[in-house]
């Protein structure tokens, strides 16, 4: 049995993420696998990306992975990584494809119009570099982070949910957006912990840590579609 799984389904780097957990759990066996039995067997689940998000769920089902996807999500501690995080939700802008349906909300690219900074100088898309990061709820995974810490992104989009429990941390870009989200089990970033420095470790530190006090309900549906 593997201690955690990190999900490896063809989109990303993922060598920076294993290194960065096991560094910060030397005695725990870290294993990046594509097969869902692996993942089946894992105590707990990280599940990174990067890439455009209609290539990453055609990976995700290529490979056979979106049922031991949804299965971790529903049933044991689970850590969302950038298109991990925007993977969860029900439908992207980019290339106008579904989700896996975790959660409520749908995924939007940062607006043209929106992009002038407070100094009236244009920003770029995609949003690269360090930000900073405003808890909006108290988290096991925020122990040791003091709030307003800055963590690195890269990403062009964003999510946008009305469930408003769902929000655990937001940044300014310029425009506030939700960069964090949290429910029962499942944790997950827009930013990468893995390239934050100190409060990225602490973050993936708190992941291995953390004991959920619930576990997500599975809806009728996602159990069908996930098979």
Request: glycine content about 10%; some cysteine.
């Amino acid at each position: 049995m593997s201690d955690i799984a990190v999900i490896d389904y063809g989109m990303g780097n993922l060598r920076s993420v294993s290194k960065a957990i096991e560094y910060v759990a030397p005695h725990a066996r870290v294993v990046v696998t594509s097969d869902p039995a692996e993942v089946a067997s894992a105590g707990r689940v990280v599940f990174p990306g990067q890439g455009a998000m209609p290539d990453c769920m055609r990976e995700l089902d290529a490979r056979g992975l979106r049922g031991a996807v949804l299965d971790a999500a529903y049933s044991k501690p689970f850590l969302g990584i950038c298109i991990g995080l925007q993977m969860l939700f029900d439908r992207s802008e980019e290339g106008d494809v579904a989700g896996l349906g975790v959660l409520p909300g749908h995924v939007r690219r940062f607006r043209a119009a929106d992009m002038t900074g407070s100094d009236g100088a244009r920003l770029k898309v995609p949003h690269m570099g360090w930000n900073r990061v405003r808890q909006a709820a108290g988290h096991e995974l925020w122990n040791d982070i003091v709030d307003g810490s800055r963590f690195y992104f890269v990403h062009s989009y964003f999510v946008e949910t009305a469930q408003a429990d769902l929000n655990a941390g937001s940044s300014d870009y310029p425009r506030p957006f939700t960069c964090a989200i949290a429910q029962d089990n499942i944790f997950a970033v827009q930013f990468h912990p893995e390239k934050s420095d100190k409060m990225g470790l602490q973050l993936l530190a708190n992941f291995i840590r953390w004991r959920p006090r619930a576990i997500m309900a599975r809806p009728l549906r996602t159990a069908v579609a996930g098979g």
